[in-house]
């Protein structure tokens, strides 16, 4: 008799989440999900984070088939092949994508676009496992961006490089600082 098929744990999905350049898997579709189009920048259409697209109608992209560059390559983690059904941004309420920018090299993005949904249990332990490896970025609705963990020396190359504004509890702080408080709040 075969063994049923494994239901994957986090720290394996949280290990899929790290391989950031891979294309659609699994013959997936986006489906009903949008959120992409409403949370990410599209620099061609001039469309910054946070707002719908004018393009996005009732079923999908109304200009699909000449939608930008960027969205045509554009795939959040899920798309790539991570995890199940439940963890499709719509469904979770978070879009994970890893990304690399010359000023910041590879890190994930997550853009939470359900009100609440960093605070699910199965949200903090993948951001967690991500963070042993990758610096993990929160995009807030104001569009900031804020550290939510990683290597150590990777966040001090961010800070230092001044990549990355620097603010910790509403307090404009230096690279130094913010890396000590960092350490000392990482240290058992």
């Not at 994970?96 to 949200?123: D, N, W, Y």
Request: aromatic share 6%; with cysteine; net charge positive.
């Amino acid at each position: 008799m075969a063994d049923a098929p494994r239901k994957p744990s986090l720290e394996d999905l949280a290990e899929e989440l790290n391989q950031i350049d891979r294309p659609a898997a699994d013959g997936r579709t986006c489906g009903a999900c949008t959120e992409c189009c409403t949370a990410l920048i599209v620099d061609e259409l001039k469309k910054p984070e946070w707002f719908k697209c004018l393009h996005l109608g009732k079923y999908g992209c109304r200009i699909y088939s000449k939608r930008p560059e960027s969205c045509k390559v554009y795939y959040c983690m899920w798309m790539a092949g991570v995890g199940g059904r439940e963890l499709r941004p719509d469904r979770l309420g978070i879009i994970f994508s890893g990304v690399t920018s010359p000023k910041l090299g590879p890190h994930i993005l997550v853009h939470e676009i359900r009100p609440g949904a960093m605070e699910q249990a199965e949200v903090k332990k993948i951001i967690s496992a991500l963070t042993e490896t990758q610096v993990v970025f929160a995009i807030g609705k104001d569009s900031m961006r804020r550290v939510l963990g990683g290597p150590s020396h990777l966040i001090a190359e961010i800070f230092r490089s001044g990549a990355a504004p620097i603010t910790l509890n509403g307090e404009e702080v230096t690279p130094d600082v913010a890396i000590e408080r960092l350490l000392t709040k990482a240290r058992p």
